[in-house]
């Protein structure tokens, strides 16, 4: 997925992205309230299930539209309440699919439920959660405050935003583009979805702009295009230095020495850069000169 022409696009708007726009969806700056005590992370979760519960059984998508146009690429998703002319409306949580992602709090594992519904499938592939994606997108608060909105597509790394928003983009798949004469971009067969996150899976306890403390989130997300991400460019695709598959490429440390290997050079630690004893003879096959299963970048005695 690889594609010159994005990858040139990628480094210029990222750039102008850093730069300008001090985004939402960018963990870091944290602002802390003073006075209060931090709330404890598993009462907010009990709060944050159930008033996304109460939004999900009393709200619903433009489903209708995505239906009876599946071709036409310039519809939003769109939300809004079950009432009135809409009472007969199917509710978002007989749509969506929840998914479980543990978080660590001081040392302690908390699974965290969110939610996620796709409305149109796209016809490309998936992302990774640490891959570089072409999105449009647009943040809710449940009472429907807009908080952030990106009408032009940027990119974003998802190791980079906030935890709901990187598990939740992966379910969504990318779509196709052709290049118009003037150099532009024309999309395509693109995915759309939307996520619904607990606050702990967005700034929990750090308010943002329009963002208040604890609030859980809603992201409406078109997935234009991905590249796969190497963040450490040692020839390895981020995503598989998950070495123990288990699904979090952040927590494998081979050599131990603190950098998990997506970002480290050098795996093993022998002073031999990964991209320098990965593949030596190009055939496709992480190279293992002594024969002992352990793949040379991999292994400090070579
Ligand atoms: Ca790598
Ligand atoms: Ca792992
Ligand atoms: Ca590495
Ligand atoms: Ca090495």
Redesign the pocket.
């Known amino acids: 997925m690889l594609i010159h022409p994005t990858f040139v696009l990628n480094t210029r708007i990222r750039t102008f992205v850093v730069l300008t726009l001090g985004l939402l969806v960018l963990l870091g700056a944290c602002k802390k309230d003073s006075g209060e005590e931090r709330r404890d992370p598993r009462e907010q979760l009990v709060t944050d299930e159930s008033d996304l519960q109460a939004y999900l059984q009393t709200h619903f998508y433009n489903y209708e539209d995505f239906e009876a146009a599946p071709e036409d690429y310039s519809l939003r998703i769109t939300l809004d309440t079950i009432a009135g002319d809409n009472s007969n409306k199917t509710p978002l949580i007989d749509q969506v699919v929840s998914q479980w992602v543990d978080v660590t709090y001081q040392g302690e594992t908390i699974p965290h439920k969110m939610y996620y519904l796709v409305a149109r499938e796209g016809r490309g592939e998936n992302p990774t959660k640490v891959d570089s994606t072409y999105i449009r997108y647009s943040g809710n608060l449940l009472d429907g405050t807009s908080f952030d909105k990106r009408e032009t597509p940027i990119w974003f790394d998802l190791t980079s935003v906030v935890t709901g928003f990187r598990e939740g983009v992966p379910h969504i798949k990318a779509g196709s583009y052709t290049v118009n004469n003037d150099g532009t971009f024309e999309f395509y067969d693109f995915g759309q979805g939307i996520i619904f996150m607990p606050s702990g899976l967005g700034y929990f306890d750090r308010a943002q702009g329009f963002v208040p403390q604890y609030a859980p989130l809603i992201f409406r997300i078109s997935l234009y295009t991905f590249n796969t991400a ?9 995503m598989l ?1 998950d070495l123990d598959g288990d699904g979090n490429p952040f927590n494998d440390d081979t050599d131990e020495d603190g950098t998990a290997n ?1 970002y480290d050079r050098d795996d093993d630690n022998d002073g031999v850069l990964t991209i320098d004893e990965y593949d030596t003879n190009n055939d496709g096959i992480p190279d293992d000169s002594n024969n002992d299963g352990i793949p040379d970048y991999l292994d400090d005695t070579v």
């Open positions: 190497d963040h450490d460019g040692d020839g390895i695709p981020s230095e997506m």
